[in-house]
């Protein structure tokens, strides 16, 4: 079965970093689309960025110039750093892939934006 583990969650001070990583359990060479969806408390699940097997990149209007998202096929992994943090950015986020006409999701991982 198609695993998707998150890492790197956790309380960041707004302004501050993180740097999530999303661990594939199969080449992210065969992934059409990975990347990272969030969901905040009483909204809907929403698109944070995404990238496909060419490279080319979709990322919400709330976090251009402020996430970036990369791949590192080597280790299949996804990552999203993630800058100049808001507390609107708190939200559980999600790791993302399609794989042909199949979807699949990580567990979540949350991020906290708060003083």
């Known amino acids: 079965q198609v695993q998707l583990v998150e890492s790197g969650g956790g309380l960041v001070q707004p302004g501050g970093s993180l740097r999530l990583s999303c661990a594939a359990s199969g080449s992210i060479f065969s992934y059409h689309y990975m990347g990272w969806y969030r969901q905040a408390p009483g909204k809907e699940r929403e698109l944070v960025a995404v990238?496909?097997?060419?490279?080319?990149?979709t990322y919400a209007n709330s976090v251009k110039g402020r996430f970036t998202i990369s791949r590192d096929n080597a280790k299949n992994t996804v990552d999203l750093q993630m800058s100049s943090l808001k507390p609107e950015d708190t939200a559980v986020y999600y790791c993302?892939?399609?794989?042909?006409?199949?979807?699949?999701w990580g567990q979540g991982t949350q991020v906290t934006v708060s003083s």
């Open positions: 993302y892939s399609r794989q042909g006409i199949y979807d699949h």
């Open positions: 990238i496909n097997s060419g490279g080319s990149l």
